[in-house]
């Protein structure tokens, strides 16, 4: 049986009061707590810290991207990272939400090749190059990655938005590939059958 996690994580069997509330704050519309989530609670601290960060840079009623496309990127800095973790729960998202399998597909052959030019163009591709840079190449950033961005039709908000995807999974990746954390027992994908507003870790 894959453990779920490196280190130990604390079941909600054995929380007390004040890491239950906390858990509680952190539960996936299924009701579940995600090991993404779970794994901080020798820290609890830092699983509300996290669970907030998430919450604001991909589900802030702010954001203008497309859900889907933050998904997306969220997917690629996962694929970037290797961090399979991530990627399974993310990509379940993206693809549902682009509601067409055939374009889904073409999308994660391009991604898993690390051609995002081979499914996508314009504005779309350039944030694109922007969060594999900000991935690979974090030493390497100018101003002229945003002038680009800029010339594809960006506006400052949208490039803040896709900058806090990009930087919000680089962290993530970090933390449970890191941590050895595994999706078992976790129900893959944040929505329920009925609701495509949620998140997932």
């Given at each position: 049986?894959?453990?779920?996690?490196?280190?130990?994580?604390?079941?909600?069997?054995?929380?007390?009061?004040?890491l239950s509330a906390v858990f509680d704050t952190?539960?996936?519309?299924?009701?579940?707590?995600?090991?993404?989530?779970?794994?901080?609670?020798?820290?609890?601290?830092?699983?509300?810290?996290?669970?907030?960060?998430?919450?604001?840079?991909?589900?802030?009623?702010?954001?203008?991207?497309?859900?889907?496309?933050?998904?997306?990127?969220?997917?690629?800095?996962?694929?970037?990272?290797?961090?399979?973790?991530?990627?399974?729960?993310?990509?379940?998202?993206?693809?549902?939400?682009?509601?067409?399998?055939?374009?889904?597909?073409?999308?994660?052959?391009?991604?898993?090749?690390?051609?995002?030019?081979?499914?996508?163009?314009?504005?779309?591709?350039?944030?694109?190059?922007?969060?594999?840079?900000?991935?690979?190449?974090?030493?390497?950033?100018?101003?002229?990655?945003?002038?680009?961005?800029?010339?594809?039709?960006?506006?400052?908000?949208?490039?803040?938005?896709?900058?806090?995807?990009?930087?919000?999974?680089?962290?993530?990746?970090?933390?449970?590939?890191?941590?050895?954390?595994?999706?078992?027992?976790?129900?893959?994908?944040?929505?329920?059958?009925?609701?495509?507003?949620?998140?997932?870790?």
């Open positions: 049986m894959t453990e779920p996690a490196w280190i130990r994580m604390i079941t909600d069997e054995e929380a007390d009061a004040a952190a539960r996936t519309p299924h009701g579940t707590l995600d090991n993404v989530m779970r794994v901080h609670s020798l820290r609890p601290a830092t699983m509300t810290g996290h669970v907030t960060l998430y919450r604001s840079v991909l589900h802030s009623d702010d954001n203008t991207v497309p859900f889907w496309f933050l998904e997306t990127v969220a997917s690629y800095v996962s694929i970037l990272n290797t961090c399979a973790y991530s990627l399974l729960h993310h990509w379940a998202n993206a693809s549902r939400l682009m509601g067409d399998p055939e374009r889904a597909q073409a999308v994660r052959v391009a991604l898993d090749a690390g051609r995002p030019e081979d499914a996508f163009e314009g504005k779309e591709l350039a944030l694109l190059h922007y969060a594999g840079k900000l991935t690979t190449h974090v030493g390497a950033m100018v101003k002229a990655d945003i002038d680009a961005l800029h010339a594809a039709g960006c506006d400052d908000g949208e490039i803040l938005e896709v900058n806090q995807v990009v930087a919000y999974f680089n962290y993530s990746n970090r933390l449970l590939n890191g941590l050895g954390v595994s999706t078992a027992g976790d129900t893959v994908g944040y929505y329920k059958a009925t609701d495509e507003t949620g998140e997932s870790a």
